[in-house]
């Protein structure tokens, strides 16, 4: 039998860790929810991720010195990602897209007194199943999605998990990678966008677009 091909898991958020539902979000509020969406790609594949997104920086005519944001992305920009990863995972079986929402509204107060542990729990359930079926694993959060106190908790926690609760010799490798420097968090962070966009603004079509390509879990929608 083959052995798994090694996999780079890029992933960052959209939405924030706040609790202020006393107002609107946008308008002094906190968002309703939070969404981590995740790239899963071999490394010799990571070349198309970032195909995607200099293409869409081309075709709109971008600003290559500045980050672009899915918030900040137009109606024709988010369909044409949409589109192309939808092309992406159709074209490639073994790339693999995830993403994990939290209505935030729901979740118990002693959770919310530690945003950390939350965000952590919420990539153990989205990822560690795809993450224990490989033998070596390089995961790249954003740095700024983590609290500089959680240290190096989030790495531990995962290869923790792997080796005593999923019973798997898989390596984890943990390189946390700024998104202004790379563009696969950039495409991370437009997944995350996408998904977020739904359930915050019931902006529909592009999540129906990527269709089954992408795994979804909700957490505290009851």
């Keep these: ?91 490639n079986p073994d790339i693999f897209l995830h993403a994990i929402t939290v209505r935030k509204e729901n979740v118990m107060a002693h959770i919310r007194a530690d945003s950390n542990k939350l965000y952590n729990y919420m990539i153990r359930l989205s990822l560690l199943d795809r993450m224990a079926e490989q033998d070596r694993i390089t995961l790249c959060p954003d740095p700024r999605s983590l609290k500089v106190e959680s240290g190096n908790s989030l790495p531990d926690y995962l290869q923790i998990e792997l080796w005593f609760i999923k019973k798997v010799q898989t390596i984890l490798d943990n390189r946390p990678r700024h998104s202004h420097h790379c563009q696969e968090i950039q495409f991370a962070d437009m997944l995350s966008g996408l998904v977020q966009s739904f359930h915050e603004d019931n902006e529909q079509s592009n999540l129906v677009k990527l269709g089954p390509k992408i795994r979804q879990i909700r957490l505290f929608f009851k």
């Design 1 to 91: 039998m083959a052995k798994p091909m090694p996999l780079t898991i890029f992933l960052d958020e959209s939405g924030d860790l706040g609790w202020n539902f006393s107002a609107p979000y946008r308008s002094g509020g906190s968002s309703r929810f939070l969404t981590i969406g995740t790239l899963c790609i071999p490394p010799t594949k990571e070349y198309l991720a970032r195909r995607v997104i200099r293409e869409l920086y081309t075709k709109f005519k971008w600003n290559t010195a500045k980050e672009k944001k899915w918030a900040d992305m137009s109606a024709a920009a988010r369909t044409q990602f949409a589109g192309e990863a939808r092309t992406l995972c159709d074209d």
